[in-house]
C-alpha cells in the first residue's frame, strides 16, 4: 500500500497554487459551489482557517477558540498580497505543530485529537477550495492519486465521525453498502473503499468488494463527488449498482 502522503509536504503547495489561482483573477469573482462567496471570501476562509488551527495547536487548546479572534484573520485589500498572506497561514500552523508535537492532544470539532490531525485536515480543506476557485475561474483541478485518494479517506473519517454522534441521521441505510474504486494506477488497496453501516453511524475499510452501489473514477474525481463538487452522473464518473443508495449519502453528508 503507498505511503500516505505528508501533510507537511502537501499543504504549503497547495496552499500556494490556490493562491496562484486567486490572484490571477477578479477577487469579486463568484463562486458557484460556494453560494454568496467570492474569490476573496473563499481566500479569507482558508487562510483563517490555517491561523485558526495554528493558534489551537500553539495553545494546546482544549475547548473551541473562537476564529473571530484569530490574528491577522483578514486576507490583504491587494489580491496580489493573497498568496504570500496564505503562505503565511500555513508557516503558522506547521511551526506551531513543530512546537507543540504532533503528538500531543488538542481540540478538534471531533473531539481532542493530535496535533498533526489538524495539518492533514487543513491540507484536505484547501484541495477541497481550490476545486472551487478552479470551477469559479473556469480552469481545472489536478491532484497527485495519492493526494487524492488520501482525501477520500480523510473525508469518509470525517463522516464517520458525525455519523456517530447522538441524534445523527444514519448517511446508509441499514444493509446498504457503498463501494469507491479510484481507478489511477499504483494506488492499490489504498484507491479501493468500501463503506457500511455500523450501528447509527457508518465504518469503512479499504479493499475490493461489491457495494449496494459502486462508483469508479480517479481518487481527485471521486473526492469531488463526495464533496457534490462533481455530479454522480458526470462522465467521468461510472456508477454501478443502486443509484438511490448514492443519491441518499450524498443528501445526508451535506457538511
Given at each position: 500500500m503507498p505511503t500516505r502522503p505528508d501533510p507537511l509536504i502537501h499543504l504549503p503547495e497547495q496552499s500556494r497554487l490556490l493562491g496562484e489561482v486567486i490572484a490571477a483573477a477578479d477577487p469579486e469573482t463568484p463562486v458557484p459551489t460556494c453560494p454568496d462567496w467570492t474569490l476573496r471570501t473563499l481566500a479569507g476562509h482558508v487562510g483563517r482557517g490555517d491561523r485558526w488551527a495554528a493558534e489551537i495547536v500553539d495553545t494546546q487548546a482544549q475547548e473551541v477558540v473562537d476564529p473571530r479572534t484569530v490574528e491577522g484573520g483578514d486576507p490583504p485589500a491587494d489580491p496580489r498580497g493573497i498568496p504570500e498572506w496564505l503562505a503565511d497561514g500555513v508557516a503558522r500552523l506547521t511551526g506551531a505543530l513543530a512546537a507543540t508535537g504532533a503528538g500531543t492532544r488538542v481540540w478538534t470539532f471531533l473531539g481532542p485529537r493530535p496535533a498533526a490531525w489538524w495539518v492533514r485536515r487543513r491540507l484536505h480543506e484547501t484541495v477541497a477550495h481550490?476545486?472551487?476557485?478552479?470551477?469559479?475561474?473556469?480552469?481545472?483541478?489536478?491532484?497527485?492519486?495519492?493526494?487524492?485518494?488520501?482525501?477520500?479517506?480523510?473525508?469518509?473519517?470525517?463522516?464517520?465521525?458525525?455519523?456517530?454522534?447522538?441524534?445523527?441521521?444514519?448517511?446508509?441505510?441499514?444493509?446498504?453498502?457503498?463501494?469507491?474504486?479510484?481507478?489511477?494506477?499504483?494506488?492499490?488497496?489504498?484507491?479501493?473503499?468500501?463503506?457500511h453501516r455500523d450501528g447509527t453511524g457508518i465504518a469503512w475499510e479499504h479493499g475490493h468488494a461489491k457495494g449496494s452501489v459502486a462508483v469508479r473514477g480517479a481518487a481527485a474525481d471521486l473526492h469531488l463527488m463526495l464533496l457534490r463538487r462533481l455530479a454522480a452522473d458526470d462522465p467521468r464518473l461510472q456508477v454501478f449498482g443502486d443509484p438511490a443508495v448514492l443519491a441518499a449519502w450524498l443528501a445526508r453528508t451535506p457538511f
Open positions: 481550490r476545486a472551487d476557485a478552479a470551477l469559479a475561474t473556469g480552469g481545472a483541478l489536478t491532484l497527485a492519486p495519492e493526494l487524492g485518494a488520501d482525501a477520500v479517506s480523510e473525508w469518509l473519517d470525517l463522516v464517520a465521525a458525525r455519523s456517530a454522534a447522538p441524534g445523527a441521521e444514519p448517511v446508509l441505510d441499514d444493509g446498504a453498502t457503498l463501494h469507491l474504486h479510484a481507478t489511477d494506477g499504483g494506488l492499490g488497496e489504498a484507491g479501493e473503499w468500501t463503506v
